[in-house]
């Protein structure tokens, strides 16, 4: 399992912690673990030009996901092939403000985000409300199975 995190934000992050909730969704979700995962942690105006420069719009946002090979979830008899997953840009200067508004950590809010950024990889959305409440719901099973505590609140932009 390649995931690697680059940060370039200028906000100290706990980059082990997102690491291993990335692990802990591949193993939950049955991706190959030989798939490949980037993080990339990027302050504002980088993440404006990436909003800008991927889905044309303007304006900083929290996390972007950039998939590459178009994997789903697989089951533990059929787990995902092994490929490119994708990229995932986050902000934590956009987390922390937030994370502030909804009354969490930054942490969570980092990981809450992480978790968004890879269910998108995988192909789930909330442009309509039935998918919305499966990948919200997913996404909360997620970060309560792995911090052991309830899931923070979404905050979509």
Known sequence: MSIEVNN???VVVDESELVA???FIFESLYIHPQAELSIL???EPAMEKLHLE?????????V?????DELTPGTPDKPTPQGMLGDIAICPQVAQVQARNAGHSTQD???LLTTHGIL???GYDHAEPEEKEEMFGLQR?????FTGKAAPSETVQ
């Open 120 to 122: 998108h990889l995988l």
């Open 109 to 111: 809010e980092m990981l």
């Open 8 to 10: 370039e934000s200028g």
């Open 54 to 62: 991927l889905m044309d719009e303007p304006g900083s946002t929290d």
């Open 64 to 68: 972007l996901s950039v998939p590459m």
């Open 21 to 23: 909730l990335s692990r």
């Open 141 to 145: 099973e997620l970060l309560t199975a």
């Open 41 to 43: 942690l990027v302050d």
